[in-house]
């Protein structure tokens, strides 16, 4: 459905995206995660075609978006950052005006239109000046412009940015119901979004692709859990790292143990990634007790979407790493 | 074709539902026509010579302020509010929304030209009006004011500042249409040149009631050059 091939964009020295290639399939719902001028934005607007790329591709439907811009653009709805629109004309007649350029036969074009707007929540809007509405409902004249022509494929940039809590939940529920017949690829840095809507997440960062999977597995990679503990040997007895290692290693849903610090002389670290549904804590105590030794501290870090985010975005470890 | 006329819709019913048409309608009847009529019982003459040609306060002259008034959002606009985003990811080519814009700034001026057609039914009635010339004027003043229209088009274009879009505009029209008076103040040899670029010399051919193909295709060039140029400012990010 959508194919970039090694986009890069320069504005003079700016390397706003630097040869970001992915591909997303039919049906997926897609999540561009980032932080601020990551180049999320920009990778968009190469997509639908407003920017030229200095180099690579973009493929919509198969189509090279640079070469043939206006055939690629008939098979896109897209959403621009800040939902760009005309204030001074009323949503019905902003709405017609689209479809009219988007080639919208005249027969059921008003059905349509009605459905669109029914679906969007603007049928009480339909004859207010666009300039008037809240940033809410400016969303929805934005998304239902996208919709206009039945796209299969919907490139919303950040959809929900501005919006009360109440409106973001209203439209993530309309982009999960539209994402259950279309494409979509959305923008966001708001992480509950991705988990909320997304099939799939690619992170972006300085212009380069990061990460490129489901939210699941992406927070996976690190782990469900890491578990933090110290131990000590009692009445000061050494302690065998490797052996205490390897025990705790057994234990069920844990997947790997790395050592780390301790707190002091004598003590020793370990941190112990886990998965699934069980909680290994209460089997970590019951090996200190058989292995005879004092457990000082023991407590679980959650490992979220956050997280990885963070770590793949800043160039370094996880914090407390 | 189809989405010129879209997009030509859209900005001529901006200007209507903006002070914008109405300020351009009353200054063209008012001042035109009060400057024209004074003169006229003077002249005690029954045509609209004085009305076409280049002269103080004539429709021609106010152009050259009213030209750039009008043109100076067209595209601007789009680019202060982010609207150029929507227009230019929509499946149309960047001719048509110039093209569209275009012909909806030169309906709102073709407009205020035709209600200054009661000035010239009012001379009729006075005395015998030759209506040759009349029409000769009309046709010269359109395309004179698709030049300026053309020319504040492509300024517009390459801006997201619609004040320099007005200022820029404005002293093009201008330079293009005073130079013609500078003349003497320039050496001799410059004078074929200047009368060449002037778009008040070749009004002043139409004004006379002689349709010289020269005249229009002057017009016609620099109308179309500037409508390219305009194409191309939009177009630079994407083509």
Known sequence: MVEARGLKKHFGQTRAVDGVSFTVSRGEVVGFLGPNAAG???????????????????????????????????????LPENAPLYDDMMVLDFLNFVADLRGVPAPGRNNRLRQICERCGLMTRLGTDIGTLSKGYRQRVGLAQAMVH???????????????????????????????????????????EVTATCSRV???????????????????????????????????????????????????GVRAVEPIDGEGEGTLGFRLRASGPEDPRADVFSTAVAQNIVLLDLHRERVSLEDTFRRLTRGHGVPNA | MHNVM????????????????????????????????SALFLMDRADMRAFFSPSPFSPSMLLVILAPAITMRLIAEERKSGTIELLTTL???????????????????????????????????????????????????????????????????????????????????AVLYFVYWLQFFMPQALAPLVEFISVSSHLDNLARGVIDSRDVIFYLTLTAGSLILATRALSRQHA
């Open chain 1, 40 to 78: 999320k934005t920009t990778t968009m607007r190469l997509l639908t075609g407003f920017l030229r790329p200095t180099d690579g591709q973009a493929f919509v439907s198969g189509i090279d978006v640079a070469r043939e811009r206006q055939l690629a653009q008939t098979k896109v709805g897209y």
């Open chain 1, 150 to 192: 039945e796209p299969d494929l919907l490139i919303l940039d950040e959809p929900t940015s501005g919006l009360d809590p109440n409106q973001i939940v209203e439209i993530r529920e309309l982009i999960k119901d539209l994402g259950r017949e279309k494409t979509v690829i959305l923008s966001t840095h708001i992480l509950q």
């Open chain 1, 202 to 252: 690619i992170i972006i960062n300085d212009g380069r692709l990061v990460a490129d999977d489901t939210p699941e597995a992406l927070t996976d990679r690190d782990a469900t859990a890491v578990i933090r503990l110290v131990v000590r040997g009692k009445n000061g007895a050494v302690l065998d790292a490797l052996k205490l290692q390897q025990a705790f290693a057994g234990l069920r």
């Open chain 2, 6 to 37: 879209t997009i030509a819709r859209r900005e001529l019913r901006g200007y209507f539902d903006s002070p914008i048409a109405y300020i351009v309608i009353v200054t063209f009847l008012l001042v035109a026509g009060w400057m024209y009529f």
């Open chain 2, 91 to 173: 499946p149309i080519r960047d001719i048509e929304v110039v093209l569209g814009k275009f012909a909806a700034a030169l309906g709102l001026v073709c407009t205020a030209l035709a209600l200054t057609l009661v000035y010239a039914i009012s001379v009729a009635l006075m005395g015998s009006l030759d209506w040759g010339p009349v029409v000769a004027g009309y046709v010269g003043t359109l395309l004179f004011s698709a030049t300026l229209l053309g020319a504040g088009l492509w300024i517009s274009a390459m801006t997201k500042n619609q004040i320099i879009a007005f200022i820029v505009g404005f002293i093009i029209c």
